[in-house]
């Protein structure tokens, strides 16, 4: 889980410094055009693979996010290296979600590049455990901080109570180097976070003195968050929460009840309007009519019914690029990282048509309640990322 923790705050981070739509690759950048050449295939043809597999730039916010276009050929390559048939390749892809079932890997619109189908079937095969710390790849760390020899990144790690030799993993070295230079701006967003939605200091101290006692590093616990990383990243563009159709809500909703089943935390309901608070059920918020103005009051507790905290939220706070963000950082986080991780292209955000995992049809209803409780998820996992942070400060040598 340290892995997934790792990427979190970025997404409170991004919500709030870089509106919506913001950044997006233009068809005449520069870096599209070196893409283009370092792969072999030319502006039409590779923006006519994308629309075909229902993507476009403007899903992209930079070069780096994209890959070679699948193709026999790269197919072929993948079944070589790791000893699959056509067969098991789609078997392996469909069991973890990635095609539908019957559907063979060059139809997915889910992993659309040669080298984000590879980096999936080589976690799914051999799992990930990090990148050794090796020479070479403590050199790129080095050059891409601007530290000028290790003795030096070994002084500034010591003066945070820290260590290279705390780390076995560059990932984690990365990371930990990265927070302490960048840190205060990504806390200082995640402050912002947590004053708009009503979080004292007292009840982020409670939150994260309850997270520690929970087994974290258990590998059920991360298997589950990952597949819920995979929910999350199927959601399509929408602007407020209140654009869903019933069945995409119920999904929303479904991973939300996950994701408090896994963290084991309870919680109950209050819409709130000019001081007054109506206690309502997770299935009522489904068909409540909320009148303008009202917010939603979500409680957290522990299994012993202990309050930890509780949060004022409303629909618009939160909307599908913190959905997809939340399922692309959790899903990045666990991927393999073959040669050199800081340089490795990012698992690209996906966008496949929703279905529901576990809702089923529903009525048409209003979903403005409904939306408010999504505010929730994020908060948990930005609570859990500032739990990460004191793990990596209190690292023993």
Do not use: C
């Not at 101290?205 to 819920?228: N, V």
């Amino acid at each position: 889980m340290k892995h997934i923790f790792s990427f979190l705050l970025t997404i409170a981070a991004s919500f709030f410094l870089v509106p919506a739509g913001a950044l997006a690759i233009e068809p005449d950048e520069p870096d599209f055009a070196a893409h283009l050449e370092e792969i072999g295939w030319g502006k039409k043809d590779y923006l006519n693979y994308l629309e075909s597999k229902g993507w476009s730039l403007a899903d992209f916010e930079s070069a780096d996010e994209l890959g070679t276009p699948l193709s026999e050929e790269s197919i072929s390559v993948i079944l070589g290296n790791y000893e699959l048939s056509r067969e098991h390749l789609n078997e392996l892809l469909s069991e973890n979600g990635d095609i539908e079932e019957g559907q063979d890997v060059l139809d997915g619109t889910y992993l659309i590049f040669a080298e984000d189908v590879d980096m999936f079937v080589d976690f799914y095969i051999n799992g990930w455990e990090g990148t050794p710390i090796d020479e070479k790849n403590l050199g790129e760390l080095l050059d891409i901080y601007g530290f000028q020899s290790r003795e030096e990144l070994e002084q500034f790690l010591r003066e945070h109570e820290d260590s290279i030799e705390n780390y076995e993993f560059i990932e984690d070295l990365d990371y930990a180097v990265d927070f302490y230079i960048n840190g205060s701006e990504a806390e200082d967003a995640i402050s912002e976070l947590f004053s708009e939605i009503g979080l004292t200091d007292e009840e982020i101290e409670a939150l994260l003195t309850y997270l520690s006692t929970l087994e974290m590093d258990d590998p059920m616990i991360e298997e589950e968050m990952i597949k819920l990383s995979e929910r999350m990243m199927a959601f399509e563009e929408f602007e407020s929460l209140n654009d869903l159709s019933a069945e995409q809500m119920a999904e929303l909703l479904d991973i939300f009840k996950s994701m408090l089943d896994l963290l084991q935390i309870k919680t109950d309901y209050y819409i709130v309007k000019d001081g007054n608070m109506q206690p309502v059920s997770l299935k009522s918020i489904l068909t409540v009519n909320v009148e303008k103005g009202s917010r939603l009051l979500i409680k957290l507790s522990n299994l012993q019914e202990e309050l930890l905290a509780d949060i004022l939220v409303t629909a618009e706070m939160f909307g599908s690029d913190l959905i997809q963000e939340t399922g692309k950082d959790l899903k990045e986080a666990n991927q393999i990282v073959k040669e050199h991780p800081i340089y490795t292209k990012s698992v690209i955000e996906t966008k496949p048509a929703v279905k529901t995992v576990k809702g089923g049809e529903l009525p048409e209803t209003s979903t403005g309640a409904a939306g408010y409780v999504l505010a929730g998820m994020a908060l948990i996992l930005a609570g859990s990322w500032f739990f990460r942070k004191n793990k990596v400060q209190s690292r023993q040598s």
